[in-house]
C-alpha cells in the first residue's frame, strides 16, 4: 500500500527534525549515494529528507521545502542558545 502525499511529506518534515535533537545523540554517515553528509543514527541527513520532502511538493516545493528545514535549524539554534543561557546562568557566568 502506497503513503498519501500528505503522510509522506510528514515523515519526510518528521526527518529533518529528527536531525536536531536538543541533546546528545548519535550521527553516522548518510546512507543515501554521493552525499557526504551525516545522519542521526545512520539515517538520512536533513539535507537528503529536504530532497525528498521537495519532491513529495512538487511545484514550487524545493522553496517550501528549503524554508522549512531553514526554520527547524533557526529553531534548534535558538533553544541552543536559550540552554547555553541558562547554564551561563546558573554557574554564575
Do not use: W
Not at 503513503?3 to 511529506?9: G, I, L, T
Not at 546528545?24 to 543514527?41: E, I, K, L, Q, W
Not at 522553496?63 to 527547524?72: D, G, N, P, R, T
Amino acid at each position: 500500500m502506497t503513503q498519501s502525499k500528505e503522510s509522506q511529506a510528514r515523515k519526510y518534515m518528521t526527518g529533518i527534525e529528527r536531525n536536531y535533537p536538543g541533546f546528545a545523540s548519535t550521527f553516522g554517515y548518510c546512507p543515501t549515494n554521493n552525499c557526504s553528509g551525516s545522519g542521526r543514527g545512520s539515517g538520512l541527513c536533513a539535507n537528503c529528507y529536504e530532497e525528498k520532502l521537495a519532491s513529495s511538493i512538487g511545484g514550487f516545493g524545493d522553496v517550501l521545502a528549503k524554508e522549512f528545514h531553514k526554520a527547524i535549524k533557526k529553531k534548534a539554534l535558538c533553544e541552543a542558545a536559550i540552554m547555553d543561557r541558562i547554564h551561563e546562568i546558573e554557574s554564575g557566568e
